[in-house]
């Protein structure tokens, strides 16, 4: 790694700096030392709790984060070593400090934020002003060989001399963050590898690459993004995962938990990631996956808001429609398994019959229908359904359900129906929506996180899998079909135990016989992958003749959200899943 450049245009006052001391002996109580002494080699300040001065340069100013950094103008021989520090400071405080501004520093030496993540600071009893001199960035070409020698640069000011990549964006609009990579996109480990040794590597490659990206401030809900060209995200500069960031500032410290990188100046040239057009599958039929994003419509009648799971406001619930219709009429399906859908009856002011009200008025198709089980499925609050176009698909025989094992109380109630297309087969398609990964407080025995990269409930995604799949052999529907796609919300990743069961069963991963390479559909936490999934028996499978994702909505900001006026009608983020589209023969 190259260490800073010195540039000293200017020096009203002498600053000297004594080097850290090998011997290991402590110095004297208050007395002048190196800020390379008083970081130390280790997570913590080998100083904490003892009064010392320093003397630095201002490298950036944060008023938002309550105080300055400061950096060595004469930085030690040990690499190991940084030469930055936190200054906790109010705004108003005197001396007023800005960059280039030389300072003495007295006070005592402490940690701030969370044990095993925190911040070396030195709390002042006294700053005094010395002259300017000027500390040109750290040059970083590539990510430190593990997550924790970013400790060597906590503090100090770093140019990243490569192209990042936004791995993602999901803080962007709450926070002003950004998840970056120095490697592009990062997956999610167990997605690319079973659980165990194979995903932890990836794993820990992946914090390895990773880095935040931060605005300079702890409040919320930033009114503008500075750092970037036109402050402002919007239809073109979306900024979405996989968008490529050049000349990146900004001084590296710990808050929250993590490394970060706060920015100093604004983003020098960013790359945006196109948006995708509508995918394109081959086949007679296409059929599609959507995760509906809690579409509840409070009574139905434009009253009962704010709703449990979804929107706040009626017109919340309206732009979130519009932005799920436009994605149907975009991907032109002609049947559609949901999930995440109020779980309100069937009636006309229930949330899929308003639904299907509304796909029908926006056309250019008016035939849509959809599946009435009577009640349910299920009494979670949210369910799955299913909708077809009449023109397309008649239905054969009732729908069935399997509320059994942890489909009572955990797994959304799969719904299964039978179809024919034309003079094609008899076929069925299941509608699943899986236990999520959260609420681990309430995981029990086999359900807690066993550290393997599945996280909480694996053992109910496991036994859902199982029960589906033995339900299934003895044809609920009673229709003798030729084959079955099982579609949905599976949460869990290609490479987890509920999808190893049921590929081990025979079921055959859509996007694998199409040979997609990394498919996704969603982004958590910087990390990308399937949890939506389409599986076909060998009955169906030889009638596949195609499979997409849209990534209409994972790589998105949380801006173009339905919340958003500005952007409330466009299908960009009508939900956080991307959704699926497959072509399949099916009327002959």
Same mark, same amino acid.
């Given at each position: 790694?190259?260490?800073?450049?010195?540039?000293?245009?200017?020096?009203?006052?002498?600053?000297?700096?004594?080097?850290?001391?090998?011997?290991?002996?402590?110095?004297?109580?208050?007395?002048?030392?190196?800020?390379?002494?008083?970081?130390?080699?280790?997570?913590?300040?080998?100083?904490?709790?003892?009064?010392?001065?320093?003397?630095?340069?201002?490298?950036?100013?944060?008023?938002?984060?309550?105080?300055?950094?400061?950096?060595?103008?004469?930085?030690?021989?040990?690499?190991?070593?940084?030469?930055?520090?936190?200054?906790?400071?109010?705004?108003?405080?005197?001396?007023?400090?800005?960059?280039?501004?030389?300072?003495?520093?007295?006070?005592?030496?402490?940690?701030?934020?969370?044990?095993?993540?925190?911040?070396?600071?030195?709390?002042?009893?006294? /700053?005094?002003?010395?002259?300017?001199?000027?500390?040109?960035?750290?040059?970083?070409?590539?990510?430190?060989?593990?997550?924790? *020698?970013?400790?060597?640069?906590?503090?100090?000011?770093?140019?990243?001399?490569?192209?990042?990549?936004?791995?993602?964006?999901?803080?962007?609009?709450?926070?002003?963050?950004?998840?970056?990579?120095?490697?592009?996109?990062?997956?999610?480990?167990?997605?690319?590898?079973?659980?165990?040794?194979?995903? @932890?590597?990836?794993?820990?490659?992946?914090?390895?690459?990773?880095?935040?990206?931060? %605005?300079?401030?702890?409040?919320?809900?930033?009114?503008?993004?500075?750092?970037?060209?036109?402050?402002?995200?919007? *239809?073109?500069?979306?900024?979405?995962?996989?968008?490529?960031?050049?000349?990146?500032?900004?001084?590296?410290?710990?808050?929250?938990?993590?490394?970060?990188?706060?920015?100093?100046?604004?983003?020098?040239?960013?790359?945006?990631?196109?948006?995708?057009?509508?995918?394109?599958?081959?086949?007679?039929?296409?059929?599609?996956?959507?995760?509906?994003?809690?579409?509840?419509?409070?009574?139905?009648?434009?009253?009962?808001?704010?709703?449990?799971?979804?929107?706040?406001?009626?017109?919340?619930?309206?732009?979130?429609?519009?932005?799920?219709?436009?994605?149907?009429?975009?991907? *032109?399906?002609?049947?559609?398994?949901?999930?995440?859908?109020?779980?309100?009856?069937?009636?006309?002011?229930?949330?899929?019959?308003?639904? /299907?009200?509304?796909?029908?008025?926006?056309?250019?198709? %008016?035939?849509?229908?959809?599946?009435?089980?009577?009640?349910?499925?299920?009494?979670?609050?949210?369910?799955?359904?299913?909708?077809?176009?009449?023109?397309?698909?008649?239905?054969?025989?009732?729908?069935?359900?399997?509320?059994?094992?942890?489909?009572?109380?955990?797994?959304? /109630?799969?719904?299964? @129906?039978?179809?024919?297309?034309?003079?094609?087969?008899?076929?069925?398609?299941?509608?699943?929506?899986?236990?999520?990964?959260?609420?681990?407080?309430?995981?029990?025995?086999?359900?807690?996180?066993?550290? %393997?990269?599945?996280?909480?409930?694996?053992?109910?995604?496991?036994?859902?899998?199982?029960?589906?799949?033995?339900?299934?052999?003895?044809?609920?529907?009673?229709?003798?079909?030729?084959?079955?796609?099982?579609?949905?919300?599976?949460?869990?990743?290609?490479?987890?135990?509920?999808?190893?069961?049921?590929?081990?069963?025979?079921?055959?991963?859509?996007?694998?016989?199409?040979?997609?390479?990394?498919?996704?559909?969603?982004?958590? @936490?910087?990390?990308?992958?399937?949890?939506?999934?389409?599986?076909?028996?060998?009955?169906?499978?030889?009638?596949?003749?195609?499979?997409?994702?849209?990534?209409?909505?994972?790589?998105?900001?949380?801006?173009?959200?339905?919340?958003?006026?500005?952007?409330?009608?466009?299908?960009?983020?009508?939900?956080?899943? %991307?959704?699926?589209?497959?072509?399949?023969?099916?009327?002959?």
């Amino acid at each position: 790694m190259r260490r800073p450049l010195l540039l000293l245009p200017l020096v009203l006052a002498a600053c000297t700096q004594p080097a850290a001391d090998p011997s290991g002996v402590l110095p004297a109580e208050g007395g002048l030392v190196a800020i390379a002494t008083v970081q130390g080699s280790g997570q913590r300040s080998p100083l904490e709790g003892r009064r010392v001065t320093v003397e630095g340069v201002v490298v950036a100013p944060f008023g938002g984060l309550g105080g300055v950094f400061l950096q060595s103008l004469s930085p030690d021989a040990d690499p190991a070593t940084s030469e930055g520090l936190f200054l906790p400071r109010e705004r108003d405080a005197e001396p007023r400090l800005k960059v280039g501004d030389t300072v003495r520093v007295s006070g005592t030496v402490l940690e701030q934020g969370d044990d095993g993540a925190t911040l070396t600071a030195i709390e002042a009893s006294q /700053v005094d002003l010395l002259g300017r001199a000027e500390v040109a960035p750290l040059l970083l070409e590539s990510a430190p060989p593990s997550p924790g *020698d970013w400790e060597r640069y906590e503090g100090m000011l770093v140019r990243i001399a490569v192209p990042l990549t936004v791995t993602g964006n999901e803080d962007l609009s709450r926070y002003g963050e950004l998840r970056v990579s120095f490697g592009g996109r990062l997956y999610a480990p167990t997605e690319l590898a079973p659980p165990g040794p194979a995903a @932890q590597g990836i794993a820990a490659e992946n914090a390895r690459l990773m880095l935040r990206l931060d %605005d300079g401030r702890t409040t919320r809900d930033p009114d503008k993004l500075w750092f970037l060209p036109g402050k402002h995200l919007n *239809d073109d500069a979306p900024l979405r995962v996989g968008s490529v960031l050049n000349g990146v500032t900004g001084v590296l410290e710990q808050r929250f938990g993590s490394y970060r990188l706060q920015l100093a100046e604004p983003i020098a040239g960013i790359e945006q990631a196109p948006r995708p057009a509508p995918p394109q599958v081959p086949g007679d039929r296409r059929i599609a996956g959507f995760n509906m994003l809690n579409l509840f419509n409070g009574d139905g009648r434009g009253g009962g808001f704010p709703t449990p799971r979804g929107a706040a406001t009626e017109a919340d619930y309206l732009r979130q429609q519009a932005k799920l219709v436009a994605t149907v009429q975009a991907m *032109d399906p002609d049947l559609a398994a949901l999930m995440e859908i109020e779980n309100d009856g069937y009636g006309p002011d229930s949330s899929i019959a308003r639904f /299907v009200a509304a796909l029908n008025a926006a056309g250019p198709h %008016d035939d849509w229908a959809f599946v009435d089980t009577g009640s349910g499925p299920g009494d979670n609050p949210i369910r799955v359904g299913i909708l077809y176009r009449a023109s397309r698909f008649t239905p054969v025989g009732r729908p069935a359900t399997l509320a059994d094992g942890p489909f009572r109380d955990r797994s959304r /109630v799969p719904l299964a @129906q039978a179809f024919r297309a034309g003079r094609g087969p008899v076929f069925v398609v299941v509608a699943n929506h899986f236990k999520s990964k959260g609420g681990c407080a309430e995981a029990q025995n086999g359900d807690a996180d066993q550290d %393997d990269g599945q996280a909480c409930f694996n053992a109910t995604r496991v036994e859902s899998a199982r029960l589906l799949h033995a339900w299934l052999g003895k044809d609920p529907t009673g229709t003798r079909p030729a084959g079955h796609l099982l579609i949905g919300d599976f949460n869990a990743y290609a490479q987890e135990d509920p999808l190893r069961l049921l590929r081990s069963e025979g079921w055959q991963d859509a996007f694998t016989r199409m040979k997609l390479e990394r498919p996704y559909s969603f982004v958590f @936490q910087g990390q990308s992958g399937r949890l939506d999934h389409a599986l076909l028996d060998a009955g169906l499978a030889e009638r596949l003749r195609g499979a997409a994702e849209w990534h209409v909505n994972a790589d998105e900001a949380g801006t173009f959200g339905y919340q958003s006026e500005k952007f409330g009608r466009s299908p960009w983020r009508a939900s956080d899943h %991307d959704p699926l589209l497959l072509g399949l023969d099916l009327a002959r």
